[in-house]
């Protein structure tokens, strides 16, 4: 066992590595995708709200009720896509209201909509927010910052030397890694991010996790712990 121990914060594929701590991100109408000693987040992505939603936002409050869930998400708005803005305005709201009282961190896909993900930001200060997968401009990172948002690279650090410059000259404690629906392992994001950084993987590896343990918990953290340790 290597002693980095690799946070993949956003992802969709759901795999075991002793190394590898992943927080799967599922639909609130697939949670037969839960499973034993797995991290997972929950929420209706703008892509997938249905007419009748109501009863997806129940199951979610019944997870957050239950603490199994460490995150709700991805969640948010998307101009680019079908269903109607005003629709996804309202689940995001309903969704950050949980997200809220539960004291949950939110993953948030936003596409073109970043006026008003800044602004319900400023209707929520105390929710921890990550916009994941971030392709911007570094200025678009610095407002971000400068509202107390996170902010996640993905794949595109590999290939797009600009997002590479942005993650360059983001502050350490406001960064997160994760592969989502790509096939680039997170072993490689880091080993990217970290020559990115100029620091060693090991560096990276600690910087990542204080800020994981920050955002969602130390109590996760340490049963992922737990379960380590027993599994060696
Ligand atoms: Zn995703």
């Not at 034993?36 to 129940?58: D, M, V, Y």
């Not at 709700?72 to 949980?98: W, Y």
């Not at 350490?172 to 890694?177: Q, R, S, T």
């Amino acid at each position: 066992m290597s002693s980095v121990r690799y946070y993949d914060i956003h992802t969709h594929k759901d795999f075991d590595s002793p190394d590898i701590i992943q927080i799967v991100s599922i639909e609130c109408s697939e949670l037969h995708r839960m499973r034993e000693g797995k991290l997972f987040s929950a929420g209706i992505h703008p892509w997938q709200i249905p007419e009748s939603f109501e009863h997806l936002l129940t199951d979610l409050e019944t997870l957050l009720k239950a603490n199994s869930i460490i995150a709700v998400g991805e969640i948010g708005l998307d101009k680019c896509c079908k269903t109607s803005f005003a629709l996804q305005d309202v689940v995001l709201k309903m969704q950050l209201q949980l997200a809220e009282k539960y004291k949950k961190p939110v993953i948030i896909h936003c596409v073109k909509a970043w006026q008003e993900i800044i602004a319900i930001k400023n209707n929520h200060q105390n929710l921890k927010l990550i916009i994941h997968s971030f392709n911007k401009s570094y200025e678009q990172a610095e407002t971000l910052l400068k509202k107390g948002f996170f902010l996640s690279f993905g794949a595109a650090i590999l290939k797009n030397d600009k997002i590479a410059e942005v993650l360059r000259r983001m502050p350490f404690d406001k960064i997160f890694l994760e592969t989502d629906t790509s096939s680039t392992g997170i072993v490689e994001l880091y080993k990217r991010a970290a020559d990115i950084r100029s620091i060693k993987v090991e560096e990276l590896g600690s910087l990542i996790e204080d800020n994981f343990r920050k955002v969602f918990g130390e109590k996760f953290t340490n049963d992922r712990k737990q379960q380590l340790e027993y599994q060696n």
